[in-house]
C-alpha cells in the first residue's frame, strides 16, 4: 500500500512539473516578430511583441479584389490569430484600410487607433460604422502621443500635427515610430515631401533615426527624399507594392536614394512576405516568402 502511495505522489510531482514546464512556456519573453505582408498594391504590416500582443498596421485593399476576404483574413488565421489587441491605420485610402473592414468584421479586435480626419472619408465612414457595431475602442492620435502597447514596446506618434498640415489626405498618414528593446521601426504611411518637409523641421535626426524603415507611398517619386532618408538613416527598408503595378511603384529614384545610403532594400513585388524576427540588437534575422 505504501508503494503505491509513493507511485501515486510520484506520478503527481511529474505532472506539476510538467504544468510548471508549460506555464513557463506559455509565458516565456519570445523574440519580437514583425511580417510585412504581401498584400499587393497596398501596405500591412503584422508585429507580435515579444510577450505576444498583436499589432496590425494597416490591412491592404483594392477597389477590384478584395484582399480582406482573400490575402489578409486567411493570412492571419494561418498564423493563429484569433484576436488583435490594436489596428493602427495610417489613413482611409483603399489601398491601406481595404483590408482592415474585413478583419474588423471576423476577428476580435479590441483597439482602432487613427488620426483626426480632414473629411468624412466613405471608408472612414464605413470602418466607423463596424467599430460603433462591434464596440471597439478607438484611440485618436496626434503629434506627441504615445501609445503602450505592453512593458516591451510602443508607439511615439510623429505626425500629423493637432490641426492637420495638409489638405490631402496622404500628407496627413500617421507617422509613427514603433521602439522596443532591440529594434525601431518608422511607419510613414503614405507621406509626400511636403510632410517631410515638415517632419525635419519638427524632429531632430535622433528623433527620426529608425533601425527599419517603412517607405512611404509604395516608393513613389513624390516622397523619400534623400534628405528624410539621410535623417532616418534606416539599415532596412520595407516596400509594400503590387508586381507590375501601373503606378511604376516603386520609382528608381527612391531605390537610388535608398542604395546611396546603403540601405537593405525588401519589397514584396520580389520578396513577397517579409519575416523579421528580432532576438537581439545583434540577432536579427530575416526571411522572405514569395509564395504568400
Given at each position: ?28 519573453p ?68 481595404g ?26 465612414n464605413?470602418?466607423?460604422q463596424?467599430v ?13 502621443d ?15 500635427t ?16 514603433f ?20 517632419i ?26 534623400y ?66
Amino acid at each position: 500500500m505504501q508503494k503505491i502511495k509513493k507511485s501515486y505522489k510520484k506520478i503527481i510531482a511529474v505532472i506539476l512539473i510538467i504544468i510548471l514546464i508549460l506555464g513557463l512556456y506559455k509565458t516565456a519573453p519570445k523574440n519580437l516578430r514583425i511580417y510585412f505582408i504581401d498584400v499587393m498594391q497596398g501596405d500591412s504590416c503584422l508585429i507580435l511583441t515579444s510577450l505576444n500582443t498583436s499589432i496590425l498596421i494597416d490591412g491592404g485593399g483594392s477597389e477590384t479584389y478584395d484582399v480582406g476576404e482573400n490575402i489578409l483574413l486567411p493570412y492571419l488565421l494561418s498564423r493563429r490569430i484569433t484576436k488583435i489587441d490594436y489596428i493602427l491605420c495610417s489613413h482611409f485610402d483603399t489601398d491601406h484600410c481595404g483590408g482592415i473592414k474585413t478583419i474588423l468584421e471576423n476577428i476580435k479586435v479590441k483597439n482602432l487607433i487613427i488620426s483626426k480626419q480632414k473629411e468624412n472619408y466613405e471608408n472612414f465612414n464605413e470602418i466607423m460604422q463596424i467599430v460603433k457595431k462591434k464596440h471597439i475602442n478607438i484611440i485618436i492620435v496626434k503629434a506627441n502621443d504615445r501609445v503602450v502597447f505592453d512593458k516591451t514596446a510602443y508607439i511615439d506618434v510623429l505626425y500629423p500635427t493637432k490641426n492637420l498640415a495638409h489638405s490631402d489626405i496622404n500628407n496627413n498618414s500617421i507617422v509613427a515610430k514603433f521602439i522596443s528593446k532591440n529594434v525601431s521601426i518608422l511607419f510613414t504611411g503614405d507621406i509626400e515631401k511636403e510632410a517631410e518637409e515638415n517632419i525635419l523641421n519638427i524632429y531632430t535626426k535622433k528623433e527620426l533615426k529608425a533601425d527599419i524603415l517603412k517607405v512611404a507611398h509604395h516608393g513613389s517619386k513624390t516622397s523619400s527624399s534623400y534628405e528624410f532618408l539621410k535623417a532616418v538613416s534606416p539599415k532596412i527598408a520595407l516596400i509594400g507594392v503590387g508586381e507590375n503595378n501601373t503606378f511604376n511603384h516603386p520609382s528608381d529614384i527612391t531605390i537610388q536614394n535608398l542604395e546611396k545610403l546603403n540601405v537593405k532594400i525588401y519589397r514584396t513585388d520580389k520578396n513577397g512576405e517579409i519575416e523579421i524576427k528580432v532576438k537581439n540588437k545583434n540577432d536579427i534575422k530575416i526571411k522572405t516568402n514569395i509564395n504568400n
